[in-house]
């Protein structure tokens, strides 16, 4: 890395403690659904998928989506952390770290957004039950409310997907709690209605949510990294605002969470919230499955059009770094050598790049060698359609003369 130590830009390529293990560097790629695990198994594709952004720079990448319960999937190209993966899993982390990163395995569980149906399911299981929207795309119609012994045994399937994660050698686990999932699913008054310990207030809709993370630092916090990815706001009307954003992380801070990554949206409601910018009509035609192709034909009938603009979760992050002390990961329209300095200069202790690294995985040793200070990247959001083709997640852009991209199949 040719930064120069006195450079704006060489805070960003300094060690960072986070929890028990240490990053070279403060880039992290964010977790984003791959499509490349047909039937729950990693592919080989996945495999030098997280090498290539290893080997580009990024201290941290981050393996999205694996299912911690076999009723916990949302489609059937997601990883399932269970005896039969973790072969595959073990070379994808081996791989990663022979590229000189460390690897994370996003853990966690769809609750009642899923489209597929494990082998004798029953409803899905949410906050509360009742009718499933989202089971209009699934024939799921209806969602069952969790009942304590429910959330015991699923606090315990995170917390052995976390020693599955640690035994195939990932360095840290992030436990997702937003953007609709399981556990955002409590967090989020549009889908917590109940009427007990476990809804209501914040801080009872909080418990459940806090109960995982506790079990999974108790199973793995010693060795791993245990990070917290959450919505800041979820951009729905009766959802979450920046005032319940900071009022969640400072419970996830005070619960012992080693990182928290600022995201922002819902899947279902507000995807262009987590985006940052709108969806072409266009995407649709590159998505083989019927039910999503479907599905984004009603997002884009629901949302206004948006404009994409660098760093456009930041007015929210800022509200978190103000309030907490715990490390954070800045995530939402990084793309520039400029926008790196900003958020160092803030307070961010982590850079959380997804779009931009599914363009060009090297981008972060561009950035560090002069070479670059632009992503190319231009928030098309096709790279997102893509996740839902037989090829799994790609720039359709392309860098012809990008020697890591050359080096994986083709997708698509």
């Known amino acids: 890395m040719s930064t120069e130590m006195n450079s704006p830009l060489a805070a960003a390529y300094q060690p960072l403690r986070v929890g028990p293990i240490q990053l070279k560097n403060r880039f992290i790629k964010a977790a984003t659904n791959e499509g490349m695990s047909p039937n729950g198994i990693p592919s080989q594709q996945l495999v030098q998928f997280h090498a290539g952004v290893a080997a580009g720079g990024a201290a941290l990448t981050t393996v999205a989506y694996c299912a911690v319960s076999d009723d916990g999937c949302t489609l059937p190209n997601q990883i399932q952390l ?10 994808l982390t081996d791989a990663v770290h022979a590229a000189g990163g460390k690897a994370s395995a996003q853990i966690t569980h769809g609750g009642c957004f899923v489209f597929t149906r494990a ?3 029953g409803r899905p299981l949410s906050a509360s039950g009742g009718f499933n929207k989202i089971g209009l795309m699934s024939g799921m119609f ?25 035994e195939a050698g990932f360095d840290a686990v992030e436990i997702h709690m937003g953007h609709g999932y399981l556990l955002s699913q409590f967090l989020s008054p549009r889908y917590n209605q109940r009427k007990d310990a476990y809804g209501g207030s914040l801080e009872n809709r909080l418990r459940f949510p806090r109960q995982v993370l506790r079990a999974v630092l108790d199973a793995v916090g010693n060795e791993l990294a245990v990070i917290c990815k959450f919505s800041m706001v979820e951009g729905a009307r009766g959802g ?19 990182l928290l990554v600022l995201s922002a949206g819902l899947n279902a409601e507000s995807i262009t919230t987590m985006f940052g910018s709108s969806f072409p009509p266009e995407n649709r035609a590159v998505v083989t499955n019927p039910v999503m192709k479907f599905a984004m034909y009603l997002q884009q009938l629901a949302e206004k059009p948006r404009e994409f603009k660098p760093l456009y979760l930041l007015k929210y992050a800022r509200q ?11 995530l939402g329209g990084l793309t520039s050598a400029e926008g790196v300095v900003e958020l160092v200069d803030e307070g961010f202790e982590a850079l959380a790049l997804g779009r931009v690294l599914i363009h060009d995985p090297n981008w972060v040793n561009a950035l560090g060698q002069g070479v670059a200070r632009q992503s190319g990247c231009t928030a098309c959001n096709r790279c997102v ?10 720039c359709v852009l392309g860098l012809p003369g990008d020697p890591i991209l050359n080096s994986l199949p083709a997708a698509g």
């Not at 269970?82 to 070379?91: D, I």
């Not at 978190?320 to 800045?330: E, F, H, Q």
């Not at 359609?385 to 790609?394: D, I, K, L, P, V």
């Open 82 to 91: 269970n005896r039969q993966t973790l072969p595959h899993l073990r070379a």
């Open 119 to 121: 082998p004798g399911q």
């Open 142 to 166: 209806f969602k069952k409310q969790m009942s304590e012994a429910d959330m015991q045994r699923i606090a315990v399937d995170f917390a052995r997907g976390a020693r599955l994660a640690q």
């Open 240 to 258: 979450n605002h920046i005032d319940e954003g900071v009022q969640i992380a400072r419970a996830l801070a005070e619960e012992g969470a080693h």
């Open 320 to 330: 978190i770094r103000a309030a907490v002390d715990v490390p954070l990961a800045y």
């Open 385 to 394: 359609a893509m996740m839902y083709t037989e090829g799994g997640t790609s």
